[in-house]
């Protein structure tokens, strides 16, 4: 109970940099949003995983750990190159 008195009143990404886990949580956030937008526009496209790696010149298993929400060792290349298939744009930016 005093460890819960001790995050009152702050904000849940507060609570996560005080434990250490805000970089990792966000990295995984962000990759399962990623990954998910990612399918749902193939299957919007009905672009299988055979014909979508075979678009980006890539390997299915490459594709496959695109696609594993699991997975946040993507590179930038890979995510930009499923986007340009899909006919998506991707954007980046830092923030304070």
Request: charged fraction near 35%.
């Given at each position: 109970m005093a460890n819960m008195k001790r995050h009152t009143g702050s904000s849940f990404d507060e609570f996560?940099?005080?434990?250490?886990?805000?970089?990792?949580?966000t990295v995984e956030a962000v990759k399962r949003v990623l990954a998910w937008q990612i399918a749902e526009a193939m299957k919007?496209?009905?672009?299988?995983?055979?014909?979508?790696?075979?678009?980006m010149k890539?390997?299915?298993a490459a594709l496959d750990r695109?696609?594993?929400p699991e997975n946040s060792s993507v590179t930038l290349r890979?995510?930009?190159?499923a986007a340009g298939v899909l006919g998506k744009?991707?954007?980046?930016k830092l923030v304070e």
């Open positions: 996560l940099e005080g434990e250490g886990l805000l970089e990792e949580s919007t496209g009905d672009i299988s995983k055979v014909e979508m790696a075979r678009r890539t390997s299915r695109l696609l594993d890979t995510i930009f190159k744009h991707v954007h980046l």
